[in-house]
T-cell receptor, first 114, second 114 residues
Framework: GAGVSQSPSNKVTEKGKDVELRCDPI?????LYWYRQSLGQGLEFLIY????????KSGLPSDRFSAERTGGSVSTLTIQRTQQEDSAVYLC????????????FGPGTRLTVT | DAKTTQPPSMDCAEGRAANLPCNHS???????VYWYRQIHSQGPQYIIH???NNETNEMASLIITEDRKSSTLILPHATLRDTAVYYC???????????????FGTGTLLAVQP
């Protein structure tokens, strides 16, 4: 079946604008994660969804970042009033549930804030 | 912070076995060892995971020491397409709302040479 998909693949935006990044997880996967990878940096966790609820938002860097998940499927990560330091690759992953399930990653959205 | 230590880079000749070490001396009894890799410009790819016993799948073998303080990922016949950053991660695989997030370190850049 299809893997995790993300859109857009690339996004260039001006500083101060809002952006929305979309993630379509693997069908049936209940757990969904957002990570980001800045240039020259490692991958950092942002937020975790189990179903439509987000029990772990500890990685969101500021209140400009928010995410939602509807219908236990698609998730949207929103960044308000973008800053240049928000430039990164935003990665989404899904897994079959809690426990020792592996996470499957999408190709990422490359966000560039000018 | 990541709870693992890996060499920053390794070389391997094509067709030979690649042995990637990882130290996780502070691992807890309920933490699994996971390996992911990230090929340039792609999302991370799950390879293998284990708790106590050695594991093998179609991609690789995972050897965990008896005291669980270190492990080795073995790619039995490395190809050029195996050139990637390899991440060793320890994580709790919990139920009941545990986050299961992945905390990535800096990984090992494996360069497979022709």
């Amino acid at each position: 079946g299809a893997g995790v998909s993300q859109s857009p693949s690339n996004k260039v935006t001006e500083k101060g604008k809002d952006v929305e990044l979309r993630c379509d997880p693997i069908s049936g996967h209940t757990a969904l994660y957002w990570y980001r990878q800045s240039l020259g940096q490692g991958l950092e966790f942002l937020i975790y969804f189990q179903g439509n609820s987000a029990p772990d938002k500890s990685g969101l860097p500021s209140d400009r970042f928010s995410a939602e998940r509807t219908g236990g499927s698609v998730s949207t990560l929103t960044i308000q009033r973008t800053q240049q330091e928000d430039s990164a690759v935003y990665l989404c992953a899904s897994s079959g549930g809690q426990g020792a399930y592996e996470q499957y990653f999408g190709p990422g959205t490359r966000l560039t804030v000018t | 912070d990541a709870k693992t230590t890996q060499p920053p880079s390794m070389d391997c000749a094509e067709g030979r076995a690649a042995n990637l070490p990882c130290n996780h001396s502070t691992i807890s009894g309920n933490e699994y060892v996971y390996w992911y890799r990230q090929i340039h410009s792609q999302g991370p790819q799950y390879i293998i995971h284990g708790l106590k016993n050695n594991e093998t799948n179609e991609m690789a073998s995972l050897i965990i020491t008896e005291d669980r303080k270190s492990s080795t990922l073995i790619l039995p016949h490395a190809t050029l397409r195996d050139t990637a950053v390899y991440y060793c991660i320890v994580r709790v695989a919990g139920e009941g709302g545990a986050t299961n997030k992945l905390i990535f370190g800096t990984g090992t850049l494996l360069a497979v040479q022709p």
